[in-house]
C-alpha cells in the first residue's frame, strides 16, 4: 500500500510499507534506483547522439529520458510499481523494435542486451506470464528480422542510422549494469527472504516447543486436578455413604417419633452432601471431555414415569399439583438413547422447579413433534409456577456455580452446577435448552431430542408385584461380600442380618476369587475399588472358573462410583447386575431376590 504525500516528496520511504512483501518493496527499490540508473545512462547517450546529428537516435533518446523521468515521479508519488514496469517494458519493447527494423535495421549486442533486459526485467517485476508474454514480443521480431535478413529479402526505404563506436560504448556499458544491478538487487531481496524464513521457522521451532510443553503442563495439571477431584469424591463418598447407609438402618429399626425425625434429617442432608458431591465430580468429567453418551433400547414413558415417580411424592408434600403428560404413541415405542442422562437432566429440572415452587402447579411433558418412523422427535418441557427467573440471568444460571442472586443460596441452598451439567450434556449431543421465564410466574425449560426408533412395538410392563419383604427364603443364601471398608462391611452385615443372611467377607478381590474357587456361594456383592484385584478383574476371574456353577454365580456389583459410563463397565466384566451405593435396602433385596429365585 502506498502511503498518501506531497508531490515534491521523491523519498523512498513514502512509498515502502510494511504491508508490502519483501519481494513487492525489493520491486520498488529496484524501480526506484533503477530508474536513477537508467535515466544517467540516458543523459550521456543523449548528450552524446546529440552532438553526431543523428536525430532518430536522439528523438528516441529523449522520449526514453522524459519517459524515465515522469515514472520516477508516478513511482514516488502513489508506489504503483506494477503500472509503470508496464509502462517501461512497453517502452523497452517499442524501443527494441524501432532499432531493429528501423532505426539500425540490424541485430547487434545492444539489441540483445535489450531483450535480455526485458526478459529479466519482465519476470522479475510481473511474474511467469507477463515475464513470457514481454519475451516472446521481444524475442520474435529480432527472430523475423534474423531470418528475413538472411534470405536477403529485407527491403525498406530508409538508411540506417550509423552509430560510432563511443555511443555503442555507453548503451553497451549501460545495459551491461543495468543487467547486473537487477540481479544482484534481486538475489540479496531473495537471499534476505531465505534469511527472514530461516529465521521465521527457527522462531517457530521454538515457539511450537514452549507450546508443546506449556500443552503439556496443561494437561498434566488438569489430568492432576481430575484425579484429585476423582480421589477426593471417593474419599468424601465412602464415609458419606457410610452415614446414609446406617441412618437407612436406623430407620429400619422402629425408631421413636422424635429420633424418626433426626434420623430423616441425617439421611436428607448426608444424601444432599452426595449429591453434591457426584455433581462436581459429574461436571470434571464432562468438562474434561469423557463422556460417553449410551445407545441402547428404552420406552421413554416408562422412564419419564419412573423418573417422575419420586418428584410427584416431593410435590406432593409441598403441595403443589404434578402432572405428567406424555405423547400416547410413545407407549409402545423402544427408542434408542442413553436413558441415564435423560434422567439426569429431566431429574434436576424437576427438581429445580419444585425447589423454585411454592405454590401452584409442575407440569412435566414429552410431546412428538416429527415422526419419521425410524427415527422421532420429541420435546421434552418442564414448567413451573414459581419464582421465574430475570430475563438478564437466563444465560448466567447456565454458568458452573452460577445462581441467580445470592439470596437464592441461602434460601433454596444448591451448588448451582445442575444446569451447567444439563446445558454441557446437550451440547455434547448438539441439542440447545429453552428457557421462557416470567418473575413471579414461573419458568419453563424445554428442549428437543431425536431418537431412532427400533422396529420391535415395546411391551408394557405389568407392574402387580407386592412390596417385597424379606422373608425366611433368604435366610439359607450363601452370600460372598468382597468389600474392603470395615465401615461398609460392619453397614452390609447388619443390614443383611435384618434379612437373615450371614455373609462371607473377602477383603479384596483376590481373596473374592480364591474364597468362589474352595467355597459354594449363591450370590456375590462386589464391590469395584478394592486393593490387589478390583471388582472389574475379579469378575472376570471368577466367570473363568472352570466349574459351570462357580462361574456362572450371580453377581451384584456396588458402586461408589457416580460415574455414568460404569453401567457398562460392570456388564462387559460378566457382573450380572449393580446398585450405586448409598443403595436403597429395598433395592438391594429385590435384587438379590431376584437373581437367587432360581435357588
Ligand atoms: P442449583 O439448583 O444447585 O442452584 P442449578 O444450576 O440447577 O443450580 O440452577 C442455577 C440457578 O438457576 C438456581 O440457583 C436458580 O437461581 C435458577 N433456577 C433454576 N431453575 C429454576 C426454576 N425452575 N425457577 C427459578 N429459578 C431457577
Keep these: 500500500m502506498s502511503k498518501s504525500a506531497g508531490f515534491f516528496n521523491l523519498s523512498l520511504d513514502k512509498i515502502l510499507s ?41 528523438y528516441t533518446a529523449v522520449a526514453m529520458l522524459v519517459c524515465t523521468v515522469i515514472s520516477f515521479k508516478f513511482l514516488t508519488y502513489n508506489g504503483n510499481w506494477r503500472v509503470i514496469s508496464h509502462g517501461l517494458l512497453i517502452l523497452a519493447t517499442a ?31 510481473l511474474g511467469q506470464t507477463y515475464g513470457i508474454f514481454y519475451s516472446i514480443l521481444n524475442l520474435i521480431p529480432v527472430l523475423i528480422f534474423l531470418v528475413v535478413q538472411y534470405n536477403h529479402a529485407y527491403f525498406i526505404q530508409f538508411k540506417p542510422e550509423q552509430i560510432d563506436q563511443s555511443t555503442i560504448i555507453i548503451a553497451v556499458f549501460a545495459n551491461f ?63 458419606l455413604n457410610a452415614v446414609i447407609g446406617m441412618s437407612n438402618l436406623l430407620l429400619m429399626s422402629n425408631p421413636r417419633h422424635d429420633q424418626r425425625e433426626n434420623l430423616e434429617i441425617l439421611k436428607f442432608s448426608g444424601s444432599n452432601l452426595l449429591a453434591i458431591v457426584n455433581d462436581v465430580l459429574d461436571f470434571n468429567k464432562i468438562e474434561s471431555g469423557k463422556v460417553i453418551f449410551e445407545n441402547i433400547g428404552f420406552n421413554l414413558t416408562e422412564l419419564m414415569q419412573a423418573i417422575c415417580g419420586g418428584q410427584k411424592i416431593k ?50 411433558s414429552c410431546s412428538v413433534i416429527e415422526d419419521r418412523h425410524n427415527t422421532i422427535t420429541v420435546n421434552f418441557a418442564v414448567k413451573d409456577t414459581g419464582i421465574g427467573i430475570d430475563q438478564h440471568n437466563i444465560d448466567t444460571i447456565f454458568e458452573p456455580f452460577a445462581q441467580e442472586s445470592i439470596t437464592t443460596t441461602r434460601q433454596y441452598g444448591g451448588t448451582g452446577l445442575g444446569l451447567a451439567i444439563i446445558k454441557r450434556l446437550l451440547e455434547l449431543q448438539g441439542l440447545k435448552m429453552n428457557v421462557n421465564s416470567v418473575v413471579g410466574h414461573g419458568s419453563e425449560f424445554s428442549f428437543n431430542m431425536e431418537f431412532p426408533v427400533s422396529t420391535e412395538q415395546h411391551v408394557p410392563r405389568v407392574d402387580n408385584k407386592l412390596p417385597l419383604q424379606a422373608n425366611d427364603t433368604l435366610n439359607h443364601i450363601r452370600m460372598l461380600i468382597a468389600e474392603d471398608n470395615v465401615v461398609n462391611v460392619m453397614l452390609m452385615k447388619k443390614l443383611l442380618s435384618k434379612w437373615n443372611i450371614t455373609p462371607t467377607i473377602a477383603e479384596n478381590g483376590e481373596r473374592a476369587v480364591q474364597l468362589v474357587q ?3 456361594f449363591d450370590i456375590i456383592l462386589m464391590d469395584l475399588q478394592m486393593p490387589i484385584m478390583n471388582g472389574f478383574d475379579a469378575a472376570i476371574e471368577i466367570r473363568k472358573l472352570p466349574d459351570p456353577k462357580k462361574a456362572n454365580v450371580p ?31 429395598e433395592e438391594l433385596l429385590e435384587k438379590i431376590h431376584t437373581l437367587t429365585v432360581q435357588i
Design 18 to 58: 510494511d504491508d508490502q512483501s519483501f519481494l513487492d518493496q525489493a520491486r520498488i527499490r529496484l524501480l526506484y534506483y533503477g530508474l536513477g540508473i537508467v535515466f544517467i545512462a540516458l543523459a550521456s547517450l543523449l548528450s552524446n547522439v546529440y552532438y553526431q546529428h543523428q536525430p532518430l537516435i536522439t
Design 315 to 364: 410435590a406432593a408434600e409441598k403441595g403443589l399439583l404434578f402432572n405428567l403428560d406424555i405423547d400416547d404413541s410413545l407407549n409402545t415405542k423402544v427408542l434408542f438413547g442413553d436413558p441415564t442422562r435423560i434422567t439426569q437432566i429431566i431429574f434436576n429440572l424437576v427438581s429445580n422447579a419444585i425447589k423454585f415452587t411454592k405454590e401452584g402447579n409442575i407440569g412435566v
Design 95 to 125: 524501443v527494441n523494435l524501432l532499432d531493429v527494423f528501423y532505426t539500425f535495421q540490424n541485430v547487434n549486442i545492444v539489441t540483445i542486451q535489450m531483450v535480455i533486459l526485458v526478459v529479466i526485467f519482465s519476470f522479475y517485476m
Design 555 to 585: 453377581i451384584i456389583a456396588l458402586t461408589a462410583s457416580a460415574l455414568f459410563d460404569i453401567r457398562e463397565r460392570v456388564f462387559n466384566s460378566g457382573m450380572n447386575d449393580y446398585v450405586s451405593k448409598p443403595f436403597k435396602p
Design 177 to 239: 549494469i543495468l543487467l547486473i544491478y537487477i540481479h544482484s538487487h534481486f538475489y540479496t531481496a531473495f537471499y534476505l527472504n531465505i534469511q527472514e524464513l530461516k529465521k521465521t521457522s527457527e522462531d517457530q521451532a521454538v515457539l511450537n516447543e514452549k507450546l508443546g510443553s506449556a500443552i503439556d503442563k496443561a494437561e498434566k495439571s488438569s489430568q492432576a486436578k481430575s484425579e484429585f477431584l476423582s480421589t477426593m469424591s471417593h474419599e468424601i463418598r465412602t464415609p
Design 518 to 520: 474352595y467355597g459354594n
